[in-house]
Nanobody
């Protein structure tokens, strides 16, 4: 199982970015995918997740991104996206995607991270 996150960059406050998590070596439909982030000096935190296709592909967002970020999956492309709108300086962090196989309790596979910097 491999995940590769991409799409980060520098954007001004209020701007948008779309992160991609390309997966390989796995059947995406059997995995829940989550986006986490880690800001400098802070602990890693969950941003959003989408359940496996088998489980219905339901989504969950932390309150601090609800209404601004959208997580989605394209099984044909083996890719999960995180559309980030109305970005704030506080969203500056390294963003990681992670995979959890259906019926497992932990995210065991992680991408390498992509840096998002939001300037004021």
């Amino acid at each position: 199982v491999q995940l590769q996150a991409s799409g980060g960059g520098l954007v001004q406050t209020g701007g948008s970015l779309r992160l991609s998590c390309a997966t390989s070596g796995m059947t995406l439909d059997y995995y829940a995918i989550a986006w986490f982030r880690q800001a400098p000096g802070k602990e890693r935190e969950l941003v959003a997740r989408i359940s496996s296709g088998i489980s219905g592909g339901t989504t969950y967002y932390e309150d601090f991104v609800k209404g601004r970020f959208t997580i989605s999956r394209d099984n044909a492309k083996n890719t999960v996206y995180l559309q980030m709108n109305s970005l704030k300086v506080a969203d500056t962090a390294v963003y990681y995607c992670a995979a959890r196989r259906i019926y497992e309790s932990t995210y065991n596979s992680w991408g390498q991270g992509t840096l998002v910097t939001v300037s004021s």
